[in-house]
T-cell receptor, first 116, second 114 residues
Framework: AQKVTQAQTEISVVEKEDVTLDCVYE???????LFWYKQPPSGELVFLIR??????QNEISGRYSWNFQKSTSSFNFTITASQVVDSAVYFC?????????????FGKGTRLSVIA | DAGVTQSPTHLIKTRGQQVTLRCSPK?????VSWYQQALGQGPQFIFQ???????QRGNFPDRFSGHQFPNYSSELNVNALLLGDSALYLC?????????????FGSGTQLSVL
């Protein structure tokens, strides 16, 4: 069975601090996809990144970076020099490869508060 | 290019009533998925529609049903509402043929059952 664990329920940082959001996943498939989504107060889930199980390259996009390690089944997300606008709930999600779109399994999310 | 739109944004119902939520997918998308997000939890998959058929279903009772129309829009129906059905209902659209496709989400319908 698939499972995504985000152990950090809430994190509070001061603006300009770096912060890392942890994600650990479980799956029996060898082919799968990992995602991070951001949910601001408006409620809409905003896509941040997708990574497939064969691509362990870390990725950096502006102030955001992702560290994917299959050996530890982790897909962690780091925000560098955090800003107040980064305040939101962040979800890590997993989908297994199959015919068509397989559903996303989400973690419970980490609420990030960035204080000015 | 309009994204995923959902209506209504908020809804208040009483126990035992029935409710219908609506979703229009992003232009060019043919698949609609519905998720339920309880307060403080991650979204949980309800079901997915493609070619007007339910293709996959999560662990939800038969009180939850849906429909997809020829224009790819979709409805989620919940019968015999329970207090526990209070949640944010999110619609997501995608292309069925693309594996590992990212989902585009609407802003959701906040359902309160009293």
């Amino acid at each position: 069975a698939q499972k995504v664990t985000q152990a950090q329920t809430e994190i509070s940082v001061v603006e300009k601090e770096d912060v890392t959001l942890d994600c650990v996943y479980e799956t029996r498939d060898t082919t799968y996809y990992l995602f991070w989504y951001k949910q601001p107060p408006s409620g809409e889930l905003v896509f941040l990144i997708r990574r497939n199980s064969f691509d362990e390259q870390n990725e950096i996009s502006g102030r955001y970076s992702w560290n994917f390690q299959k050996s530890t089944s982790s897909f962690n997300f780091t925000i560098t020099a955090s800003q107040v606008v980064d305040s939101a709930v962040y979800f890590c999600a997993l989908s297994e490869a199959g015919s068509g779109n397989t559903p996303l399994v989400f973690g419970k999310g980490t609420r990030l508060s960035v204080i000015a | 290019d309009a994204g995923v739109t959902q209506s209504p944004t908020h809804l208040i119902k009483t126990r035992g009533q029935q409710v219908t939520l609506r979703c229009s997918p992003k232009s060019g998308h043919d698949t609609v998925s519905w998720y339920q997000q309880a307060l403080g939890q991650g979204p949980q998959f309800i079901f997915q529609y493609y070619e007007e058929e339910e293709r996959q279903r999560g662990n939800f009772p038969d009180r939850f049903s849906g429909h997809q129309f020829p224009n790819y829009s979709s409805e989620l129906n919940v019968n015999a509402l329970l207090l526990g059905d209070s949640a944010l209902y999110l619609c997501a659209s995608s292309l069925f043929s693309r594996l590992g496709e990212k989902l585009f989400f609407g802003s959701g319908t906040q359902l309160s059952v009293l």
